[in-house]
DNA sequence: ATGGCGGTGTAACACCGA
């Protein structure tokens, strides 16, 4: 079993990496983010052709979020009923006895701004949402774009970064609030590659110098970590022509 | 310090992402 996450940065524009890449890692479960479509144009067609059935919520322009899976999907809940919100930005369902929960996080913008506080507060209602689903769910996968890098080995530069939105005291530390609901880090459960990061800037010839941040995750509940016996970030979609920002991240169960 | 790049909506640039 093989749970994914990718924040696509417009479904539309990359629907033929997401094909491509499917193709290459035929994975059971990949999370999407930043769809940018409404549900209405979403390609359910090309994905079913593909193998891979699709629930989605989005929204014109901005955020979107979608689960795709060659297996059964049931009891979707979309957006967090903890949370009022106008944007698109989570979607669950149970996936092979997997509570599957694909989130996008909000970017934050700047600390102090009021985009800033919008994140602090979505964090909050995540966490005490993902809480009782926890208590449901023993079986839970947290998936997404969390826009926050745990701490500075996932920051190219930390020093340029300190203080930064993304890697804020308040930010990780509502990251390590999730952490306390038992959940693990799909990716620090095994030995990694250092400067190993899920998301480069389009500018500055970033990806090529590999200056990253780690902010795409999978956070996995007890019984699930257990089963879990690789993760992995590829970087190779990141290196073709016309890319999302973000790499996938991977995580193998048994 | 600022803007760099890229997608979207909309028809020249503004907004947003991270």
Redesign the pocket.
Known sequence: MKLATW?V??L??RLPHVLQWLTDNPVDVLCL??T?TVDDKFPTAELEAAGYQAVFCGQ???NGVAILSRHPIADVVKNNPLFEDDHQRVIAATIDGIRVICVYI??G??VGSE?FSYKMNWLKALHDWVKSECAQYPQLALLG?Y?IAPEDRDVHDPAAWAGQ??VSEPERAAFRDLLALDLKDAFRLFDQPEKLYS?W????MAFRRNMG?R?DHILLSPALAARCTACVIDKLPRKRE?PS??APVVATLD
Not at 201 to 204: E, K, L, S, T
């Open positions: 924040n940065n417009s539309k524009v983010q930043e940018k014109k322009t901005y909000p970017n913008q700047a985009k774009d826009n939105i993304h998301w800037d389009y500018r500055q941040l902010i016309q920002d973000h």
